[in-house]
């Protein structure tokens, strides 16, 4: 083509492209849900941008917000077209070659060690997943802002992008070509992609269609021609009874005009999905299997791990909205590291089944940043811009509403799970069937995101409750299992008051300290916290079922009534006193008979309102 313009494929692009040209992966099929996912995103980006302005969704067959699929068994090839945002010339350099997504080159890495092309969607680069069938991929695409374009590769290093002077103009949005290759043929069969566009288009909200062929009655005259009686005898030869007799009749009557009937094939769009969401249904009318289905499809995460948990609800009165939310199976990778800088939820937000953002800070807080879903609200206004609507007063209601829900949802992971401590007769316990999945369920969340719920603890105080009948941790009596507080306070001995508590570097070394000699000769029950996030949680979480927490290494640490306290404070007095007068005032404020040895002659304990030397260690390891 002489108008053609040529790109070179950045260097990790042009990788991926080979490894999935090269790829012996086997499950082909999934290009076709990436191209309808891409299609979907763009239809909801128009439909977006039409809330604030009508026009740009423009006149007639281009208004109409859906996705057309076409065979050409001649031409080998398979279009996929959509009515959606489009692509500019500049758009189709970038983001069809020239610009790295971030997920790339992890990509890469990823098929090399597993092979598995699956997860591609999740990399950010499922696009490049045609060539897992065809060996020449053109598209063609119209934006608003530009003329119509052609890109086209043969996934030889380079692209070309031409304006388009000679394919049908698109009106506006995207038409994908894929030139099949050879041993692709397959996706050339109707019933076959009639198979796979249902499997992928199950919760895609725009209609698809596929231009479908029909076999239809005609009546034709029936003249001497043979050409047409060839015709006719051959499409109803394996037909019986009724054509014989018509035959026959044909022979009887032979001067009359004749008719006859063939079958012929015409083409016709046939829709393929239904697009009623999943979240306007009722929770008893949709199956687990269709949520976990839900869950990949939103997620991209087409892995075998099913979500930890769900809540799919209706909120009513001044706000009305529905949401379906999810504990995914692992934490990204990534959950902690941006934790203080951004403030995305996964959350994607509809107004009146519209598509607003993925990318929407007000509806989570962020120590609930991991979970994924979907939020739909009728209160909204659809008709303002994203930072308007960002601000709406609504927000504020549905966050705090999502935040009980979530919080609720992960109860009961504990609550189901049989390996938790309920605090409930055992004749109590609801059992249901799935007891096996369920099990060790909560060690797995809390394995995965503890951390989140110790920093909702600091962070949320009107939660902060809830959420510390989250809390799991070791104990000198958890026999190196997690335990909870209310298992904590359920093995209290009578007339202990405290909920006693250790923090350091680790379990091992916490169970030598010298300040649990007593305790645990007493049998008094001590919790580990061993993670550095715990010193600060300490800080917040004041008291729990209304008893204190007592650090056992600072001062004012109470072991049940001790009637020898008085008499050795007394019998002590001058060597307390020289003791004091000896060591200087700035390194220590007091020093006293204590009830918490048994072998070691003394202990330095801090101040009940200071840092614990813990703390301090961590302190000094932060300003170093
Ligand atoms: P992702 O969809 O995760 O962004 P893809 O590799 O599937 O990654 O697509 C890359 C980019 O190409 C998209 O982000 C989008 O900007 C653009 N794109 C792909 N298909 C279409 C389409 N049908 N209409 C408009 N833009 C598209
Ligand atoms: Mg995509």
Redesign the pocket.
Known sequence: RNNAEKFEFQAEVSRLMDIIINSLYSNKDIFLR??I???S??LD?IRFLSLTDKEVLGEGDTSKLEIQIKLDKEKKMLS?R?R????TKE?LI???GTIA?S?TSAFVERMQSTGDLNL??????????VYLVADYVE?I?K?NDDKQYVWESKADGAFAISEDTWNEPLGR??E?RLHLRDEAQEYLEESKLKELVKKYSEFINFPIYIWASKEVDVEVPADEDESSDEESSDSTSSEEGEDEAEKSEDEDTEKKPKKKTVKETTYEWERLNDVKAIWLRSPKDVTNEEYVKFYHSLT?DFSDEKPMAWSHFTAEGDVEFKAVLFVPPKAPHNLYQSYYNSNKSNLKLYVRRVFISDEFDELLPKFLSFLMGLVDSDTLPLNVSREMLQAHSSLKTIKKKLVRKALDMIRRIADEDPDEFSGKDEKDVEKSGDEDEKKGQYTKFWNEYGKSIKLGIIEDATNRNRLAKLLRFESTKSDGKLTSLDQYISRMKSGQKDIFYITGISKEQLEKSPFLERLKKKNYEVIFFTDPVDEYLMQYLMDYEGKQFQNVSKDGLKIGKDSKSKELKDSFKELTKWWKGTLKTEDVDEVKISNRLDNTPCVVVTSKFGWSANMERLMQAQTL
Not at 120 to 129: A, L, N
């Open positions: 990436e191209l996912s891409n299609a995103d763009a980006k996929l959509d959606g945002i489009g692509m758009d970038k983001n069809l997504k997920g591609i969607g999740q990399f950010g680069v499922g696009f490049y997943s598209v695409s934006h949005g995207t994908i991209k």
